[in-house]
């Protein structure tokens, strides 16, 4: 009896570590689940598509400069659009999946786990901060000014398409909230190529730790609500 439920527990972990690795390939529909595709995956893919980044790799090549987009005058649109589903694909990922070591999970903003967690801004809370703010801006009104009441402070953002690996650009002066102040010099700046960069080396860093069996599903009712949450049927 003792080796029949050691064999179900080492069984049911690798089912876990696959289903993850299945839900965050860009191959879909899922191997595993036929009639399944990801959501994460289609978050990704589409932000990929949007931005002008490779499908397959997601580097940045610039392919958001297509002739329809400029003549028909979408291409911000689509920038934007793409920005978003990068944002909300590390909400996705911080809401279902923390590594294995981490044994106190953080209670913070999930695109925080996220980048808390796996990406190489992990030490700069401030940065990670700025990251979340942004995404409430441009998912809840498609805007870039958060609401004044912000704590610890509310930001004006400019998104620049200049490359600059510190990803944020914080502002000499302190926005105070005042939406009469034009200044740059109040505005939070995002490098928005160096941010979809991060955002890539984060997926990526993921992957590493699913395969290093270091990543562990965070929802209450584990796999079935993975795929309940995450997954469209077809």
């Known amino acids: 009896m003792r080796i029949y439920v050691v064999t179900l527990q080492k069984r049911n972990i690798m089912n876990e570590k696959e289903t993850i690795k299945n839900f965050l390939s860009i191959e879909q529909p899922m191997p ?37 987009r400029l003549e028909d005058e979408t291409l911000h649109s689509f920038q934007f659009s793409g920005l978003i589903n ?22 913070r903003n999930e695109i925080f786990r996220c980048l808390k ?15 979340v703010a942004l995404r409430n801006s441009l998912v809840h009104r498609f805007g870039l000014a958060t609401k004044k009441s912000l704590k610890p402070n509310p930001r004006k953002f400019i998104l620049s398409s200049e490359r600059n690996s510190e990803v944020v650009g914080f502002p000499e002066n302190e926005w105070n909230g005042d939406f009469s102040i034009k200044l740059d010099s109040c505005s939070t700046t995002i490098y928005i190529i160096d941010l ?27 796999i079935q609500e993975l795929k309940a949450r995450y997954s469209i049927t077809h």
């Open 32 to 68: 595993l689940l036929m009639s399944h595709t990801s959501t994460i995956a289609l978050l990704l893919k589409g932000a990929r598509k949007m931005f002008g980044c490779n499908l397959n790799t997601g580097k940045y090549e610039r392919f958001e400069f297509t002739k329809e």
């Open 86 to 107: 990068y944002l909300i694909f590390l909400e996705q990922i911080g809401a279902a999946l923390k590594p294995k070591n981490i044994t106190k999970h953080t209670k």
């Open 117 to 131: 967690y796996f990406s190489n801004i992990s030490s700069d809370e401030a940065k990670i901060n700025v990251i």
């Open 196 to 222: 979809v960069e991060l955002i890539e080396n984060t997926y990526q860093k993921v992957l590493e730790e699913v395969e290093n069996d270091n990543i562990e599903i965070t929802l209450a009712d584990g």
